[in-house]
């Protein structure tokens, strides 16, 4: 009889924590309340480099609060995009089906961010600062703000706010005489992305108003390296400015390739200086080149910049490694708000932090704060879902490289070098 007892006290435990319910959303298995924070990023394929510094910066900022806000422990998952819009749709519906995060941060593919837009409204999941910068984001939040409003902050602005700094640098050495020109014949290029497509529509609009003639539209498949055709026509096509972004290896093989077939040409890479070791890539065939690029210009910059490489290995880009550092610790700042007013972390109270404070205005992440980019990261009802844009606040210097080094042109007050035209091209 005892025997039969116990068994059969056994056996009922076990059906009760079978039908017990599993721990609710916030809680761990241990008790202990929990906050799934997804971060998007390429951590494989062709741009799992910039994947490398997310992982990096991400860590160092909750490394810093010991992965604790308040009474809750902040568990990341890492959500693999690849660089690619499908893949990523997979991996985003893995994490919010599967792993049941709470909330996203980052991303960096434009064409990823417009993607994952979708999964993020359907499972109302707020996600903060992805990098995408297209346009297209833009727009699909205009048509639907209740529904795409779960995509809380684009990082990088459109495109076309932060371009015309290239061709006003341009301009104004034509107009001082330091650059003497027969014809102003131009030729755009890109990598065929929303990314890519948004910066040629941009950039060339503003070079047409400034009387340029776009001889030549071409972009190309993500990630390609081989530039030869298209270099050596417009060479014979006269074209005297080059202008255009991609990914890496796309960047340095174009410039490389450029200087091979004696392209005279200026240059306008934007996004050369995105990874930390581009120019061990390219060599002095940078030189002259221009490309927006933030620096590591304050001593707490330098600092993370250090750390950043004694931890990992190699040297971070300020615009991944630094900027993704950024906006994490901008993050980290929201979520401690939504803890101290309500008490919880969760969807509903972070998406009521960022659509009340973050996208007003109200709540901003600047040098106080410990942002080593930027002065100044704010939203306003009138920027959303971009940053506002303007010395201060989000901008990227334009610089021109020589030796690896980036020489600051424009804007003035921040100047340290006067444009310097190509040997070729005087």
């Not at 919880?344 to 205005?361: A, C, F, I, P």
């Amino acid at each position: 009889m005892k025997r039969i007892s116990l068994a059969f006290v056994v056996v009922a435990l076990v059906l009760v924590a079978a039908c017990s319910p599993a721990s609710p959303s916030g809680q761990g298995t241990s008790g202990d309340k929990v906050l799934k924070l997804g971060v998007l990023g390429p951590y494989t394929g062709k741009n799992a480099r910039v994947g490398e510094e997310f992982k990096g910066a991400v860590t160092m900022a909750f490394e810093a609060i010991d992965y604790k806000i308040g009474d809750y422990k902040i568990e990341l998952v890492w959500v693999d995009s690849e660089g690619d819009p499908e893949k990523a749709t997979r991996a985003y519906e893995e994490a919010a089906l599967k792993s049941n995060i709470d909330a996203g941060i980052l991303n960096w593919q434009s064409s990823v961010s417009v993607a994952a837009m979708e999964v993020v409204a359907n499972h109302k999941i707020p996600h903060f600062f992805g990098f995408g910068a297209t346009e297209v984001v833009n727009e699909k939040y205009e048509k639907d703000p209740e529904r795409y409003s779960y995509w809380m902050g684009k990082t990088w602005p459109s495109p076309v706010k932060l371009s015309s700094a290239y061709v006003v640098a341009l301009e104004d050495a034509i107009e001082s005489g330091e650059w003497n020109l027969a014809e102003k014949n131009a030729a755009i290029f890109g990598e065929d992305t929303d990314w890519g497509r948004s910066f040629g529509a941009g950039i060339q609009s503003q070079l047409e108003d400034a009387g340029w003639t776009i001889v030549s539209e071409d972009y190309f498949v993500r990630g390609e390296t081989e530039f030869y055709p298209l270099l050596n026509r417009l060479k014979n096509q006269n074209v005297v400015l080059l202008a255009g972004t991609a990914n890496s290896p796309s960047t340095e093989s174009l410039v490389k390739q450029a200087r091979e077939v004696e392209l005279e040409s200026f240059i306008v890479m934007d996004g050369l200086g995105w990874i930390g070791e581009w120019y061990e890539l390219c060599g002095d065939a940078s030189d002259y080149v221009l490309d927006q690029i933030p620096q590591w210009t304050t001593e707490e910059a330098k600092a993370f910049r250090d750390e950043f490489e004694e931890r990992w290995g190699f040297v971070p880009s300020p615009s991944a490694g630094g900027l993704s550092y950024d906006m994490t610790n901008f993050f980290i700042k929201i979520a401690q708000r939504a803890y101290d007013e309500h008490g919880e972390l969760s969807r509903e109270t972070l998406y009521k932090v960022g659509q009340e404070e973050l996208w007003t205005g109200k709540l901003t992440y600047t040098r106080d704060d410990g942002a080593i980019v930027m002065e100044r990261y704010i939203y306003t009802a009138e920027s959303v879902p971009d940053p506002v844009v303007g010395q201060g606040d989000f901008i990227f210097p334009v610089i021109q490289y020589f030796s690896g080094e980036g020489n600051v042109i424009w804007p003035d007050v921040w100047k340290t070098a006067d444009l310097r035209i190509p040997p070729y091209m005087q």
